[in-house]
């Protein structure tokens, strides 16, 4: 049996449904991402799994019990939320034990479980701040550790760290993922984010629409894309027709399917076996980082193509360059 097994959930706002009969599970210690465009249902999912939303229909179960009806403080659920949520009046110290003093822990555990906190999030040196003095970093750590302090089964976390610029947000990326780790924590990550999804999850759930577009490794889903809006939506996939590839590869008439994805990454400049040639005019070329990006024209269709960046790239705008992709590296999708 599942750790968490979510059973025909269903939820309609204003007679428009948002989820529709969702099934989902997971086991004691993942790491799974909802991962998708706003108003897919995502973070409606979580609200109905913290029990802050009721469902239309449908079961929630939790370590063998079914959590359906009960109240969110009988769930043994915890949740960090996008906003901070901190009390301002509170230091960081009392901010993190405030839960357990709810619950009349004694002097010496709370202590002891504040002290492990502080040492797992970074926050030494900072028990006697208030959120005011904080980055919004660090504040975002101070939210997660009373959250965690509490020892919740399970720990939801709705886009936190959406507010976050892109160096802090990458550093708590892995930070999180690293306490996630050592405490064998199960935890349920919403964001739209792709990367962020990638590069932390066990497996990802893809929602489109409120269904499940794919779940799967986030290899797998990468590597595979079950269906046209996955592909469009994971990475930069080329999703072409069979008649749009058929301008840059002409034997393809007979193929049995009619969508087909390509990763960018996928083209090389040398020719590796037996590999289809790829030849147009390269109508834009974009840096990003160690990638450089081109866009590649044929008969008015276009293909992207990435290449690991070089300092002197051979490769210039309004020339006409063959590349080679290899069968196996066309998905059928569709």
């Not at 959930?9 to 989902?24: A, G, M, P, S, Y």
């Not at 906003?83 to 009392?94: G, H, I, K, Q, R």
Request: glycine content about 6%.
């Amino acid at each position: 049996m599942s750790y968490v097994a979510i059973k025909n959930i269903r939820k309609t706002f204003n007679d428009q449904t948002v989820l529709h009969d969702i099934e989902l599970s997971f086991e004691k210690g993942e790491l799974v991402t909802l991962l998708g465009p706003s108003g897919c249902g995502k973070s409606t999912l979580l609200r109905i799994l913290a029990g802050l939303t009721r469902q239309d229909s449908g079961t929630i179960s939790l370590d063998g019990k079914d959590i359906t009806n009960l109240k969110p403080k009988a769930r043994e659920i915890g949740m960090v939320f996008q906003s901070y949520a901190l009390f301002p009046n509170m230091t960081v110290l009392e901010n993190i034990s405030f839960g357990l003093k709810m619950k009349k822990e004694d002097s010496q555990t709370i202590k002891n479980k504040v002290a492990r906190m502080i040492e797992l999030t970074g926050l030494e040196g900072k028990e006697n701040s208030y959120p005011r003095e904080l980055s919004g970093g660090q504040q975002q750590r101070v939210a997660l550790a009373r959250s965690l302090v509490m020892e919740p089964k399970v720990l939801l976390l709705d886009e936190p760290l959406s507010a976050l610029d892109a160096q802090i947000r990458k550093k708590l990326q892995q930070q999180l993922r690293t306490i996630q780790r050592e405490l064998k924590m199960t935890m349920v990550l919403v964001t739209h984010d792709q990367e962020e999804a990638m590069a932390i999850s066990d497996r990802i759930f893809i929602l489109n629409q409120g269904r499940i577009a794919q779940q799967g490794t986030p290899n797998e889903i990468y590597a595979r894309p079950a269906n046209e809006f996955v592909a469009g939506f994971i990475g930069n996939y080329n999703v072409l027709t069979k008649e749009e590839l058929a301008r840059f590869i002409p034997n393809v008439a007979n193929w049995s399917h009619s969508i087909y994805a390509i990763r960018p990454e996928a083209f090389t400049l040398k020719k590796d076996g037996k590999s289809y040639e790829i030849t147009g005019l390269i109508n834009q070329v974009s840096m990003l980082g160690n990638i450089t990006r081109y866009t590649i024209q044929n008969d008015k269709m276009t293909m992207m193509i990435d290449q690991l960046h070089q300092t002197q790239s051979t490769l210039q705008e309004n020339e006409s360059r063959t590349f080679f992709l290899r069968e196996e590296d066309i998905i059928p999708i569709a």
